[in-house]
């Protein structure tokens, strides 16, 4: 049997630290002429067909206006090759900056939807706001995925989780249990 850890209280508040699953995510998003990018850690996955996304975007960020009024947004997952990009673009707003020209990120034309794909992200998932009903009380917002872009290689990029404090987890070790999971959990 596993030798149990000896448990200490923590603050509720700071389970963030152990919760937070990431990937950190590069939200872009478009309107009325204008392109914006926020960074994202609080995103979950609600469905798989259709493809929906649950995320918390507040009401703080110029990103939330942007992407409620047009409907649409690109979730863009970053490397830690872009670990700077995404601690600056979530740490100054759109409604001050041009993101893509202050952080020297290409901009490229999505298929369905109008906000662009950022083209040194490793994917790039086009998606269309599916339910808005959480939004006023929660800043929770359910996206479908529209469209999926993803680079063939390397097959398990290395992605930052956001544990708080500044501090990222990068993913690592790559192990699997195929053989013990059940054929429709796969
Ligand atoms: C690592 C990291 C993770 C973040 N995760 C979220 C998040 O999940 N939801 C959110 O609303 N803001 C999040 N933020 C904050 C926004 O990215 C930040 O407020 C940004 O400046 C918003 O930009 P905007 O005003 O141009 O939309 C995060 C910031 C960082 C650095």
């Known amino acids: 049997m596993a030798v149990r850890p000896k448990w200490t ?4 508040s700071n389970v963030r ?7 950190i995510v590069l939200v872009s998003s478009a309107h009325e002429g204008r392109t914006n990018i926020m960074t994202m850690g609080w995103h979950t996955v609600m469905e798989f067909t259709p493809s929906l996304v649950g995320c918390v975007i507040s009401s703080a960020n110029h990103s939330h ?11 863009n997952l970053p490397t830690t090759k872009l670990t700077d990009v995404v601690v600056g673009v979530g740490n100054t707003t759109g ?5 893509f020209a202050h952080f020297g990120l290409t901009a490229v034309a999505a298929e369905r939807v109008s906000a662009p794909l950022i083209a040194e992200c490793h994917a790039a998932f086009e998606c269309r706001l599916h339910d808005d009903a959480l939004v006023d009380k929660y800043d929770f917002f359910v ?4 469209k999926a872009h993803v680079a063939a290689t390397p097959k398990h ?8 404090g500044g ?4 993913s690592g070790k790559i192990i ?5 999971f059940r054929p429709g959990m796969l």
């Not at 209280?9 to 509720?12: I, K, L, Q, S, V």
């Not at 206006?65 to 979730?75: F, H, N």
């Not at 699997?176 to 013990?180: A, D, E, F, T, V």
């Open 65 to 75: 206006k942007m992407i409620r009024r047009s409907g649409q947004c690109v979730i």
């Open 17 to 23: 630290r152990y919760l937070e699953p990431g990937p």
């Open 167 to 170: 501090v990222f987890v990068v």
């Open 9 to 12: 209280d923590f603050p509720t």
């Open 176 to 180: 699997s249990r195929r053989l013990m």
């Open 143 to 146: 996206f479908e995925v529209v």
């Open 157 to 164: 990029p290395e992605t930052l989780h956001y544990t708080g």
């Open 95 to 99: 409604a001050e900056i041009d993101k």
